[in-house]
Nanobody
Framework: QVQLVESGGGLVQPGGSLRLSCAVSGFTLDWYSIGWFRQVPGKEREGVSCFNVADGNTYYADSVKGRFTFSRDNAKNTAYLQMNSLKPEDTAVYYC??????????????????WGQGAQVTVSS
């Protein structure tokens, strides 16, 4: 059974940092593309970062470029999203997603069937 579990969310002041983790079980993460999304109630889901296994590139949304960094630890089967210089507009529930068939369309992962429960990130003074 495939499971993705996000952790690391919380409340942070503007300008602060958080690191989200996405622990994957059920298959080997380093074989597949993986993406991070965020969702705010009433707004469309936004793909913020996507690692494309086919070309080894990581893609970022313009809204987070230069502030967020994707990484992964294959030994731990875990992906990370380091978020620096956080802004109030980064407040959202953040999800990771993956799938053997998934691929990146810029910063948006597509064709996925597996995602986690989400981690709340709140940026506020």
């Amino acid at each position: 059974q495939v499971q993705l579990v996000e952790s690391g969310g919380g409340l942070v002041q503007p300008g602060g940092s958080l690191r989200l983790s996405c622990a994957v079980s059920g298959f080997t993460l380093d074989w597949y593309s993986i993406g991070w999304f965020r969702q705010v109630p009433g707004k469309e889901r936004e793909g913020v970062s996507c690692f494309n296994v086919a070309d080894g590139n990581t893609y970022y949304a313009d809204s987070v470029k230069g502030r967020f960094t994707f990484s992964r630890d294959n030994a731990k089967n875990t992906a990370y999203l380091q978020m620096n210089s956080l802004k109030p507009e980064d407040t959202a529930v953040y999800y990771c997603a993956t799938d053997p068939q998934a691929f990146c369309d810029n910063s948006q992962l597509v064709a996925y069937d597996y995602w986690g429960q989400g981690a709340q990130v709140t940026v506020s003074s």
